[in-house]
């Protein structure tokens, strides 16, 4: 069957000014279509599928009752968007989304006029759409209209009220619509979302108040400050009678609902009631995540992001993992739990991760110990800092990509008092198609300088276990593992728990020595990369290319640096290369230079990462291969080093 016959009214649909051509009692059909479609190509090319299929209704009221892009919506958490970006002229190149070249994993303004900011990380929604609708009224722009989208448990996030507190107070006609379907990526947790669930206002009642409003206005009853003592005096009758007080309308935010989030036909007419009304407004929804889509529906935790499925069964297309190394965070997770039975004083901490980061093995396991704060990265870092200072030894688990968002809590909350709190960075280096938001980057170079901090990353999944005992044992102080996603090397995988002493690397291969030597490359590397290098050295000498030239070591600590090893490489080798799954600038390859010039050291320095840019999307292979931290490249370096 053809596109046009199997999607009649999203084939006639190139931009949202086609859709909005269609009759009301069109949408919920076009709703139907555009589900079916995200569920067809994210079944083939994997991606975040519950949280679009969840938000398709909300999507299509806004491009029908917005005239996008002149009007701004603003996403939060690119995982609700697909359906956006299928109406905004990439219906054609969907196929092509998360892949190498192709569309960006989440809303990017460089990929599209219909995407008005970057929205990979939750809960800036409200904060950006405020700054634009501040813009829209400074630039001559008064008809622009500015909605923010945020939703999939984002409003746990402490970004998200300090947009409402700004927005509450500066003159702004903002719409937020909150997109509430109880979950993030896992369940949602916390106060606020007990709160939302509770929370009820009557449609009459709103409807009513409105029109109300707008007669004042027109007799000129109603100017701005009037309007304010009103709301003000309005809220607290409301709240007696209720006996509930509503935290929006206390903040002077206008609030309506909670509506049904998946009728279209009900969004689009209370989006048209909400359009021009002044001030700042926010429009509650319930959705359902995975709407659409039983297995999605059951089980929206598994379906966040289910890789490769079969839509006519639901069954997922799940890799045989028999006989294969397990997962880094598998593994984090099982050893944490081994660690917890014997130290009663470790607990885990993760912001909305608990399945992502395997912290739930432990949550199973030791339901007590183990917290999810919801998205609230900096809250999740102070709050184990408090823990660990009144006696217990948190791990605090968050992707490195996230842990950006509690820089000022990882130093005044955790380094200065040097906490023994465990930072376990997962997800660090290249993360593939989650994209340039996602890649974990820079952990490596902005924490080096942080006084009261040891930072390590292993090479191996027994590297990782010794690493995560040593980190607990007493007077270790601030310490952060940083590992990549993904699978590990070692199918045999559970090794005795052994302290590591901090501060040491390993000589894994030594170079033959003779008495004429000159031109011999020691090759320093840090975390999983090791094993690339360990296999670049192997072929080389397999084809007799290096002969026993090439020296190579496992730094394991980024800080401190393991000095005996530079000492006795700066000694002894006039060509070092430095390898890393982060930036170049500031990392293992900056720590080396520095300890080198410093201690009167001169040899040729190269220095091997990620480039000083953003790296998109595509799988980790062909992203270490643009950066040039592939297999190949070692091995070119290597070359180049012996000439």
């Not at 184990?384 to 490195?400: E, H, R, T, W």
């Not at 393991?562 to 990392?587: F, H, M, P, S, W």
């Amino acid at each position: 069957m053809s596109n046009e016959k199997k999607y009649k009214l999203l084939s006639k649909i190139e931009a949202p000014t086609d859709l909005r051509k269609l009759e009301l009692d069109e949408l919920p059909e076009l709703c139907s279509e555009l589900r079916e479609n995200i569920i067809e190509e994210v079944a083939v090319n994997p991606g975040h599928l519950a949280s679009s299929l969840g938000a398709t209704e909300i999507t299509v009221a806004c491009h029908y009752v917005f005239k996008t892009p002149e009007d701004r919506i603003v996403w939060d958490v690119g995982h609700q968007a697909y359906g956006h970006k299928i109406l905004t002229g990439r219906r054609e190149r969907f196929s092509e989304n998360r892949k190498l070249n192709g569309l960006m994993p989440f809303p990017s303004p460089k990929e599209s006029e219909y995407d008005t900011f970057t929205c990979g990380h939750a809960s800036n929604s409200i904060s950006a759409a405020l700054g634009m609708a501040v813009a829209a009224k400074m630039t001559h722009h008064p008809e622009r209209h500015v909605v923010a989208i945020i939703g999939d448990g984002a409003m746990s996030g402490g970004l998200a009220f300090e947009g409402l507190n700004n927005a509450s107070s500066k003159p702004n006609d903002l719409l937020i619509i909150l997109n509430d379907n109880d979950m993030s990526i896992d369940r949602a947790v916390g106060g606020m979302q007990q709160y939302l669930l509770n929370l009820d206002t009557n449609e009459t009642y709103n409807n009513l108040r409105f029109r109300a409003s707008q007669w004042l206005h027109a007799k000129g009853v109603l100017n701005d400050e009037r309007r304010k003592g009103i709301i003000r005096l309005n809220n607290a009758i409301k709240s007696a009678i209720a006996q509930q007080q509503n935290l929006f309308e206390g903040m002077n935010i206008r609030y309506f609902g909670p509506f049904d989030g998946n009728d279209v036909k009900e969004v689009v007419r209370v989006l048209r009631q909400l359009k021009n009304m002044k001030g700042p407004k926010l429009l509650h929804l319930h959705t359902v995540k995975g709407k659409g889509y039983e297995p999605a529906e059951k089980s929206a935790t598994v379906w966040h992001a289910p890789g490769k499925f079969d839509p006519a069964t639901g069954m997922r297309l799940v890799q045989d993992t028999a006989n294969k190394p397990p997962k880094f965070q598998d593994v984090f997770g099982h050893t944490l739990v081994e660690l917890a039975r014997q130290n009663s004083r470790i607990v885990g901490v993760t912001p909305a991760m608990p399945s992502g980061c395997s912290l739930n093995i432990m949550m199973q396991e030791l339901p007590d110990r183990a917290f999810d704060v919801g998205i609230a990265e900096g809250h999740a870092m102070t709050f184990s800092a408090g823990m660990a200072k009144d006696g217990l030894q948190p791990f605090c688990n968050i992707y490195s990509a996230f842990s950006q968002r509690a820089y000022d809590n990882i130093i005044h909350d955790a380094a200065i008092l040097n906490l023994p709190v465990v930072l376990c960075l997962d997800r660090a280096g290249l993360v593939g198609e989650d994209g340039a938001t996602h890649h974990g980057a820079f952990d490596m170079a902005f924490l080096r300088p942080i006084p009261n901090i040891t930072i390590a990353s292993p090479m191996d999944e027994h590297e990782l276990r010794r690493l995560m005992y040593t980190a607990q044992l007493p007077d270790k102080g601030f310490f952060a593992i940083r590992y990549p996603r993904g699978n590990g090397v070692l199918v045999d995988w559970c090794c005795p728990l052994e302290e590591v002493k901090v501060g040491t690397g390993r000589k894994l291969c030594e170079r033959v020595l003779s008495k004429n030597d000159k031109k011999k490359v020691a090759v320093l590397s840090i975390g999983p990369l090791g094993n690339d290098v360990q296999k670049a050295i192997a072929d080389l000498e397999a084809a007799n290319s290096c002969e026993g030239q090439v020296a190579h070591y496992d730094m394991r600590f980024l800080k401190p640096l393991d000095e005996a090893i530079l000492k006795e490489v700066g000694t002894t080798y006039e060509q070092i290369i430095t390898i890393e799954d982060g930036v170049r600038n500031g990392g293992l390859g900056s720590a080396v230079m520095e300890w080198m010039g410093d201690n009167g050291f001169k040899p040729t320095i190269k220095r091997m990462g990620m480039p000083d840019e953003f790296i998109e999307q595509g799988t980790v292979q062909q992203l270490r291969t643009i950066c040039k931290i592939d297999i190949e490249s070692i091995k070119q370096e290597i070359r180049n080093s012996l000439k």
